[in-house]
């Protein structure tokens, strides 16, 4: 089985398997292409982090480029629990992007299902600002650690598909390609940092966080 070293968001090598369980398959309806499979560990209990994460909507002082949300549907069955919601994002798009897509903040919809029983959650985003230009996604696993019970593994997989064509194109999905890479990396990077304090600071028992 094929392996590769990938640095993730913590700054951290990570040995990663080519066929590693992924949340869902990547769509095959575009022109896609798959960024770098991030893997982190955060060294508390699945249950913990799972709470943690759906505390930061529907907004979070600690997140502040989540600029809102809004719950679509939400079903519960059992020991699963499913919510599609809709988020605005504060996105610092280049000049050229905005003059071409007339937007101003990226609109995402999310599908989280969380399984007690299993303890896992899966999380699908995708945006629906410009949707007919570029599709931004990423899946996302939250999982027992194979290795500690008592810590969660974090994987995402993040990908871009274009939904237009022609030869005149190819400059402007190299450019959408690399904004999109780098603004993926920085939220995530973001992201994962202010969860790692949200979850230490709820260890050591602190409500307020600078």
């Known amino acids: ?25 990547i769509p095959d309806d575009l022109s896609v292409m798959q960024g770098d499979i991030i893997d982190a560990t955060l060294k508390h209990q699945w249950e ?3 709470s943690t994460y759906l505390d930061r909507f529907p907004s979070n002082p600690l997140y502040p480029y989540i600029l809102g949300s809004h719950v ?12 599609r919601r809709q988020i605005n994002l504060q996105v610092p798009f280049p000049t050229w992007i905005s ?8 609109v995402v919809e999310e599908e989280c299902e969380v399984d007690y029983e ?13 949707r007919s230009y570029v599709t931004i996604g990423d899946k996302c696993t939250y999982s027992v650690h194979p290795d500690n019970t008592e810590w969660t593994r974090k994987t995402i ?3 871009v598909g274009f939904n ?23 939220r995530a990077r973001e992201a994962l940092d202010a969860e790692r304090r949200t979850l230490d600071a709820r260890r050591a028992n602190i409500t307020d966080i600078d």
């Open 99 to 106: 003059k071409f897509t007339r937007v101003d903040r990226l």
């Open 118 to 130: 299993a303890r896992t959650m899966h999380l699908r985003s995708e945006n629906v600002s410009f």
């Open 157 to 159: 997989i993040p990908y």
């Open 164 to 186: 237009f064509g022609g030869s005149w194109y190819v400059d402007l999905k190299r450019s959408m390609m690399d904004w999109s890479k780098g603004m993926f990396t920085s």
């Open 48 to 50: 913990v982090v799972t």
């Open 1 to 25: 089985k094929a392996s590769r070293s990938v640095s993730n968001l913590a700054g951290h090598t990570t040995a990663m398997s080519d066929h590693d369980h992924h949340p869902q398959s």
């Open 72 to 83: 679509k549907d939400e079903v519960k069955d059992g020991h699963k629990h499913i919510i």
